[in-house]
Nanobody
Framework: QVQLGESGGGLVQAGGSLRLSCAAS????????WGWFRQAPGKERQFVAV???????YYADSVKGRFTVSRGNDRNTIYLQMDTLEPEDTAVYYC??????????????????WGQGTQVTVSS
């Protein structure tokens, strides 16, 4: 059974940092894009960052320069380093894996596997 699991969320003050992790089990995810998405209350799930199967990284404009997505050496773990956090970053963060083509890499519907989410709360 394929599973993704996030960890590392929590409460932090504005300007602080958090590092989220996402571990996959049940299969090897070679050939997959790994994405991070977030969903705030009352809002749609939105793209945050992705590391492609060729290890290229892409970011939402709102987090560019503050967040960094990376892959672990075992290639079944990805990370999201979040620096200079803002209250607007408060949301449930999800990792996902899929095989979207580049033009659809920011589209959450193109991802097949999802974690359960981890809450990130940034206080002002």
């Amino acid at each position: 059974q394929v599973q993704l699991g996030e960890s590392g969320g929590g409460l932090v003050q504005a300007g602080g940092s958090l590092r989220l992790s996402c571990a996959a089990s049940g299969t090897t995810f070679s050939g997959y894009n790994w994405g991070w998405f977030r969903q705030a209350p009352g809002k749609e799930r939105q793209f945050v960052a992705v590391i492609s199967k060729t290890s290229h990284t892409y970011y939402a404009d709102s987090v560019k320069g503050r967040f960094t997505v990376s892959r672990g050496n075992d290639r079944n773990t990805i990370y999201l380093q979040m620096d200079t956090l803002e209250p607007e970053d408060t949301a449930v963060y999800y990792c996902a894996a899929g095989r979207a083509i580049l033009s659809s890499i920011r589209d959450p519907t193109m991802y097949n596997y999802w974690g359960q989410g981890t809450q990130v709360t940034v206080s002002s």
